[in-house]
Structure formats: structure tokens, C-alpha cells
């Protein structure tokens, strides 16, 4: 019987170090996507860009299963919606390129928060014991965004607000 509390202890150690591992990986390259994101005003392939410095930073993470809200979540100065875009189908963008729904214009303004949120699935079961180590749960009536947890599965999530510079 002891040996028993002892293995369950050992592997629920095990488990919980390669959640945490896969959580702090997933944090860490939200973040970055969130610098490249606020840093990049002027760049016309800023939001491509946060997406990819987040799948380069996300070591050891199946970035086929990485799931990128997008686009980002934007917010103005005092609060409400703000006014960038990532998906700017009309117009011109600030460097002069025209917008089309072909090729739309991400337009930032300065000032205005950028929210990234980014899933990734996790399975830490333990069957008989019905625990499961992963902090976040789709339900039927809120599911997950990722697909690849969309209901009874669970996900860790990461989540970055960076100011436009």
C-alpha cells in the first residue's frame, strides 16, 4: 500500500513538472508574440509576424496543435474598443499599400492595447483517481477556442496585454 502512495506521489510530480514545463513555455512565447506585436507599429506584416515569433518560441510545444486567437484583441487608451486592426480590407494602410480583402492592412495606433491569447492542449489524467492536472476546461456551454480541445479535453491558456509603441 505505501508503495503504491509512493508511485502515485512520483508520477503525480512527474506529470505536474511537464505541465508546468508546457505552461511556462507557452507564457514565455505569448510574450514574445506580445513585444513583436507593440513594437511593430509601422510594420505592414505585423500580425503575421506575432504569430510566428510565438510558434519560433514555443519550444518543445507541437505548434500544429498551438492554437493563436487572432486576431488580437485590441483596446483604446480609456477603455473600450479600439481602433487597430489586423484585418483591414479598405483603404490604404499607413505606409501608402492599398487594402483589399486579398491582402488586408494591419493598422496600429499607438497607445492602444493588444490582448494575445494563445491554448495548447494538455492531458495530465489520472484515470482512476478522475484528476486532471490541466488548469483550463471547455465546457458544452463555453467551449475551448482550440480545436483541438474543444469540449471535455483540457488546455493550458496564456494570455499577454502589451501597449502599441
Known amino acids: 500500500m505505501g508503495a503504491l502512495v509512493l508511485f502515485t506521489f512520483l508520477v503525480g510530480i512527474i506529470y505536474g513538472g511537464m505541465m508546468a514545463y508546457d505552461n511556462l513555455v507557452l507564457a514565455n512565447a505569448v510574450a514574445n508574440g506580445a513585444r ?9 506584416t505585423v500580425c503575421a509576424d506575432f504569430q510566428t515569433a510565438i510558434n519560433n ?36 494602410s499607413p505606409t501608402g499599400a492599398t487594402c483589399s480583402s486579398s491582402s488586408p492592412c494591419q493598422i496600429l495606433y499607438s497607445g492602444e492595447l493588444a490582448t494575445i491569447t494563445a491554448t495548447y492542449p494538455c492531458s495530465m489524467n489520472f484515470p482512476n483517481l478522475g484528476i486532471n492536472l490541466c488548469p483550463v476546461q471547455g465546457t458544452v456551454q463555453k467551449p475551448s477556442p482550440n480545436p483541438n480541445c474543444p469540449y471535455s479535453a483540457y488546455c493550458i491558456s496564456s494570455t499577454a496585454t502589451v501597449r502599441i509603441e
Open 36 to 44: 513583436t506585436l507593440g513594437a511593430a507599429q509601422g510594420d505592414p
Open 57 to 92: 518560441s514555443a519550444y518543445g510545444l507541437n505548434t500544429g496543435q498551438l492554437y493563436i486567437e487572432s486576431p488580437p484583441t485590441f483596446t483604446a487608451v480609456g477603455g473600450g474598443s479600439g481602433l487597430s486592426s489586423c484585418d483591414v480590407t479598405s483603404g490604404t
